[in-house]
């Protein structure tokens, strides 16, 4: 991944309502959600909870299908996972064993659904 798509993807997920748009929608997988039940959920007007989908969807956090007359989105966990991957790449100094306890955490990533 270079810089500056890791800098738009981070960009994209720096502001309150796209972040919360983005766990739910992690929540949801492999299902998805269609955009105005997110709008709902997240208490957003359908016109903006578009605008921050759209901005989730180029910066390749989500991904959208339109199934009949709703679009559905889900959770890029493919761009999550290169997203992490950029920021381990250099992992510790060439020191992997610094980040054992980093890696641990990861392999069993819980949704904390208090934290939503």
């Known amino acids: 991944m270079e810089i500056t798509t890791a800098i738009a993807s981070f960009a994209a997920l720096s502001q309150d309502t796209r972040l919360k748009a983005f766990r739910l929608l992690v929540n949801q997988e492999p299902e998805g959600l269609a955009a105005g039940e997110i709008a709902r959920?997240?208490?957003?007007p359908h016109?903006?909870?578009?605008?921050?989908?759209?901005?989730?969807a180029r910066s390749g956090w989500v991904t959208s299908k339109r199934h009949s007359r709703q679009i559905i989105y889900r959770a890029s966990l493919s761009h999550m996972q290169a997203v992490i991957q950029f920021l381990l790449?250099?992992?510790?100094?060439?020191?992997?064993?610094?980040?054992?306890?980093?890696?641990?955490?990861?392999?069993?990533?819980?949704?904390?659904?208090?934290?939503n």
């Open 47 to 56: 016109n903006t909870m578009s605008a921050h989908l759209a901005i989730l």
């Open 89 to 115: 790449q250099d992992c510790c100094a060439g020191h992997p064993e610094l980040c054992a306890s980093l890696m641990d955490s990861l392999s069993g990533c819980e949704i904390n659904k208090a934290d």
């Open 41 to 44: 959920q997240l208490s957003v």
